[in-house]
């Protein structure tokens, strides 16, 4: 098992831009299936960005396309998600997640069960 670690969340205000980072505890392989989750209170888990570590091919949820990008260092096996023109309806926990040895599919983003790294969750909050 690998622990994921999650920085960079925070308190923003609307039209404004937060970075999200994610760790591992430890080297894993190059064909990962690496993204960040949302959920909002009462709200279940949803996808926001998946990235497939071994070709940089990613997905997004419609609701954050052309604001939300994903990349990965893999030097570092870090996962990056820059947030920009954030609105309020992006608040909530942001859960960063691998599936590993395995690439991504668009459908990812709305079955989250299939990840079975999670990470603690970081708050991000955007205030109108």
């Known amino acids: 098992q690998v622990q994921l670690m999650e920085h960079g969340g925070g308190t923003v205000q609307a039209g404004g831009s937060l970075r999200l980072s994610c760790t591992t505890s430890r080297m894993i392989d190059s064909h990962n299936c690496m993204g960040w989750f949302r959920q909002a209170p009462g709200d279940k888990r949803v996808g926001v960005a998946l990235?497939?570590?071994?070709?940089?091919?990613?997905y997004f949820a419609d609701s954050v396309k052309g604001r939300f990008t994903i990349s990965h260092d893999t030097a570092e096996n870090t996962v990056l998600l820059q947030m920009n023109s954030l609105q309020p309806e992006d608040t909530g926990i942001y859960y960063c997640?691998?599936?590993?040895?395995?690439?991504?599919?668009?459908?990812?983003?709305?079955?989250?069960?299939?990840?079975?790294?999670w990470g603690q969750g970081i708050q991000v909050t955007v205030s109108s």
């Open positions: 997640a691998v599936r590993r040895g395995d690439r991504c599919y668009a459908t990812n983003l709305w079955y989250p069960a299939v990840f079975l790294d």
């Open positions: 990235i497939y570590t071994a070709d940089g091919t990613t």
